[in-house]
């Protein structure tokens, strides 16, 4: 008996399409992780603070109130879409 195949809907191509491409992409990040882990073995590295996009607005201490925690996320999401916007 012989069975008729359907046509692959824009679905099942899109599917694939994802599939093929996320698969490449989580194995090297994972690769990443595992061998920044790896070679990062100084311990005092952990304590230095990273001067990125996201912190350039509100870097968090212990002696933050609550409301310089509730708006310093806030402050920061602002300036990473100004960020993003001049840099198209």
Do not use: H
């Not at 698969?23 to 311990?43: A, E, G, H």
């Not at 002696?63 to 100004?82: C, M, N, T």
């Amino acid at each position: 008996m012989a069975q008729i195949q359907r046509p692959k809907s824009i679905i099942d191509f899109l599917g694939e399409e994802i599939i093929r491409i996320i698969t490449p992409v989580s194995i090297c990040m994972f690769i990443v992780v595992i061998l920044v882990s790896i070679l990062n073995t100084d311990s005092s590295s952990a304590s230095t603070t990273i001067n990125t996009i996201a912190t350039m607005a509100y870097t968090e201490t212990t002696s933050d109130s609550f409301w310089d925690k509730l708006g310093g996320p806030i402050a920061a999401r602002q300036v990473s879409s100004v960020c993003l916007l001049v840099c198209q």
